[in-house]
């Protein structure tokens, strides 16, 4: 295949799927991503992009279909970049997730990969995030690499309260209520109690962040306990600990066990044993740290880290500080979370345990637990 010869059109054979989900392809000795195929499939598709030396396409025709290929469920799937996976079962999807997180620290440890499944597929977003484009008068998600907006009000993705207000927004009455916002944007619809709100133009998770998987969040919450429960810490300090959620279970059951949580948002604590610092991790050096931490906890016992998408890559810094006897590490991104842990020495990992967090999409959480050598 020659270097620029976008909307060429291709015979695809895919080998195996990329973490974001996407087939990939060696046509000519050339990479070529194609999302929504799967392992073993043959068709055509159609070249879009090149950058660097990988080439991305878009698939026009499936000649061989995968035993696994089933029709998405979603009739905005094929334009929609939010969801990967609804052209396959979600056994299946599981299962491309899990050989992801096992590729990623294969050469870090023989530690197997344990999985926590998501019992719904659909209705679990308490939050949904759309772009907007007054001129055009669309609203909705981006296609695949592109600003054009796809309107997506059949989404499945969101809980029954954020699916009812979604309908709103595709009402053209809707549009007086963006008169005084600029003309391209953003909204994000929450579930405010029994049912949803709209916020407009404002950072993501409108009042401090909380899982968008609510009954994800309660399996997550049940394993980090029973962690925990195992290793029976006398303290712990949870690094972007937003609310306490991650140790929550493992605190209401041992009134004794002292927590502080360091987060960016200020939010309030509910027991009087926590500790809340209101602090901008990245920009912490470790010694504040430890002018900080010092004084309440001599000795941590767990650290508990749940960061963005971008990680801590001071991590391997803080652990020669405080050497915790136990780590926690919830990721979001386990690039990240493997590029931090890389450099950590004197740990042994105990467990790596995928929890779908956001099934349909090819995002999942990721619980490691790592254990400080005698
Ligand atoms: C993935 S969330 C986890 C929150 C919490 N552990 C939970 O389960 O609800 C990441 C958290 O990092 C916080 N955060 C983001 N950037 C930060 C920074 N620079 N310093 C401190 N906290 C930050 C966010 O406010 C958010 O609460």
Redesign the pocket.
Known sequence: MQNKKQNKIVNFEIDNIDPLGQGVSKIDNKIVFIPKTLPGEKGQATITKKKGKVFFAEANKIETAAEKRIEAECPHYDQCSGCSFLHTDYESELNFKKITLERAFAQLTPTQVQVIGAKERFHYRNRVQLHYHKNSKTIGQHKRMSHYIVETKNCLLGTPEVQEKLQEVYDEKFWSKLSNQPPTGHLEIYKDGESASISYNQNY?TG????VNEQM?IE?NEYIFQIMNSAEPKNCV?????????SRKFKEQNPDFKRIL????P?QISSDDDLFLN??????EISEFKSSLSKSFPKIDCL?I???R?GYKELVNFLREFEPKEIIY?S?DHQTLRRDLSQVEGYEFKSITLVDLFPSTHHFETVIHLVKKQ
């Open positions: 998770a401090g962040f909380t899982q969040n997550l949870e690094l972007f600990g937003g609310n306490g959620n991650i360091i987060d960016i948002y939010h602090l901008n991790i990245y920009k912490t508990i749940d960061p963005p971008s919830v979001c």
